[in-house]
Each structure stands twice: as C-alpha cells, then as structure tokens.
C-alpha cells in the first residue's frame, strides 16, 4: 500500500543528544515536509523540500536540519541546540508546493527528552 | 497578511446531534481549503478538499464543508455526531500566491470536538 512511514513511533533523547527521525514516502511524491506539534496548539512548519537536493526553512527551523538526498526520504536531525524538542513530530508529501495539491501525512513521532 | 481562524478551540455536542466546526480565512482569490482530522497520537487525515469546483463539498463520514467566499467561510458539519467523531479538527488553507516560511499552507489552530454519549 502506498503511504508515509515515520520512524521510530517514540524516541528518547538525552540532554545533548542529537537524533534523526525517519521519514520515507512511496507516493511518488516530490513535496515533502516536516511539522511540529506541540499539545493544544496547531502545526508549525520546520523545514519542507520540493525536489531532491533542495529544501527551504519553514517558520521554526532552528536546531533542526534535513536531507534530501532521494525523492522518497525525508529525514530530520533534531540536534542539541534545539532547546526544547519534547513534542509530536509529523512528517507529510504532497504532489507538488502548488495550490490545491493534498498533502498527506505520516502517523508521527513522538520525541522525548530525558 | 494570509491566515486562518478556527472560531472554537473546544466544541462538546450529544452524539446523534449536529456538529458545526468553524473556520474563517484570509487568502487571495482563488484558494484551495481543506479539513484534516486527527485522533490522538495519529497523523491527520483528510476528510475533505474544495478547489473551485462545487461550493458543497461532501467528504468521508457524513461530514460536509460549504465554501462561502462572501463570508470568507470554510465551515465544517455534520448533521449527526457519532462517538467516533471526537477528535481534532484542523482547517488549511493553501494559496500558491502566499510565499511565506510556511510555503503556501496555512494551518488553523485546531478544533477540539468532544461527543457526550
């Protein structure tokens, strides 16, 4: 079946820790995203790409980096200077950046620090 | 400046009675709006999609939106809620002529619905 696979579904990380998230896709998508969600609040962007090799910072990008080195992976490096990276982490695809494209999501990560 | 307002943080209806979710925005002429629902701990997931076609749009599990470009509404409904419904509610607007930090989608800040057996 076609989708979005996130992994691991729950992380811990150690004070000073950096961890990556997975994040592949076989929709043949070429948008792919990274979202934060924290309790009661919406979505905030943290980076999205829109073809291999290039990707843009969404609104919170510091203390994270990405790569896109294939169409279907999307993974993303929470590092140690991310301060409080406690929170749910959603990874989505869409066609294409244009208007009217759906985006799909992945079930999400939880992070933890420890 | 483009966004999007959720009209209600909490809504909490009696299963078998109507649901109405509220969603307000700001976008160019001709955006494409969207309602994703989330259950805990899950990604979301679409419910349903207008882009210029009918103003009623039908989705999955008896919900239903109507764009009304007068009132800059996107509202979200159901004439009978169900126990499964509760969950959270998310209004997107995408505008390919917003090129802010956000690409061009904007997230509402979500909906909580809660249903009373």
């Known amino acids: 079946d076609g989708g979005i696979t996130q992994s691991p579904k729950y992380l811990f990380r150690k004070e000073g820790q950096n961890v990556t998230l997975s994040c592949e896709q076989n929709?043949?998508?070429?948008?792919m995203y990274w979202y934060r969600q924290d309790p009661g609040q919406g979505l905030r962007l943290i980076y999205y790409s829109q073809i291999v090799n290039d990707f843009q910072k969404g609104d919170i990008a510091e203390g994270y980096s990405v790569s896109r080195e294939k169409k279907e992976s999307f993974p993303l490096t929470v590092t140690s200077a991310q301060k409080n990276p406690t929170a749910f982490y959603l990874c989505?695809?869409?066609?294409?950046?244009?208007?009217?494209?759906?985006?799909?999501f992945g079930e999400g990560s939880w992070l933890t620090v420890v | 400046a483009q966004s999007v307002t959720q009209l209600d943080s909490h809504v909490s209806v009696s299963e078998g009675t109507p649901v109405l979710l509220r969603c307000n925005y700001s976008s160019s002429y001709s955006p494409s709006l969207f309602w994703y629902v989330q259950h805990p701990n899950k990604g979301l997931q679409l419910l349903l999609k207008y882009t210029s076609a009918a103003t009623l749009v039908k989705g999955i599990n008896g919900f239903e939106a109507e764009f009304k470009k007068s009132e800059t509404s996107f509202h979200l409904t159901k004439p009978s809620a169900h126990m499964s419904d509760a969950a959270e509610y998310f209004c997107?607007?995408?505008?390919?002529?917003?090129?802010?930090?956000?690409?061009?989608?904007?997230f509402g800040k979500g909906t909580k619905l809660s249903v009373k057996p």
């Open positions: 929709l043949n998508h070429d948008a």
């Open positions: 997107v607007v995408s505008d390919l002529d917003y090129g802010g930090s956000q690409g061009n989608l904007i």
């Open positions: 989505a695809s869409s066609i294409s950046q244009s208007s009217g494209n759906t985006i799909y």
